[in-house]
């Protein structure tokens, strides 16, 4: 069974910036394949897309992060990885890992989903 464990939150002053990691398991041989993805959820707010990583690496952004934050994978470790710099309080909101197909492309490989961090970010 696939899954995806996130890591890294936490509360950081406006401006600092913060790591997330998202481990992935139960992929075999073809994380490589897998596009994973960052989105997040604020109280009250629909969850959002914010960074695509694709295995041909390939990235996009939201607009809202362009810029501030860059999403990178290792596959040797199964793990991706996102960068935020310079965090604004508007993006205070749970992270969630997402692993999946490229369904650009067709590629139906299933929709997983981790439990979610938390980032706080203090004006």
């Known amino acids: 069974q696939v899954r995806v464990v996130e890591s890294g939150g936490g509360t950081v002053q406006l401006g600092e910036s913060l790591r997330l990691s998202c481990a992935a398991s139960?992929?075999?041989?073809?994380?490589?394949?897998?596009?994973m993805d960052w989105y997040r959820q604020a109280p009250g707010k629909q969850r959002e897309l914010v960074a695509t990583?694709?295995?041909?690496?390939?990235?996009k952004y939201a607009d809202s992060v362009k810029g501030r934050f860059t999403i990178s994978r290792d596959n040797a470790k199964k793990m991706v990885y996102l960068r935020m710099n310079s965090l604004k309080p508007e993006d205070t909101a749970v992270y969630y890992c997402?692993?999946?197909?490229?369904?650009?492309?067709?590629?139906?490989?299933?929709?997983?989903w981790g439990q979610g961090t938390q980032v706080t970010v203090s004006s």
């Open positions: 990583i694709t295995g041909g690496i390939s990235t």
């Open positions: 997402h692993a999946g197909g490229d369904k650009s492309k067709g590629l139906d490989l299933g929709d997983y």
């Open positions: 139960g992929t075999g041989s073809i994380f490589n394949i897998y596009t």
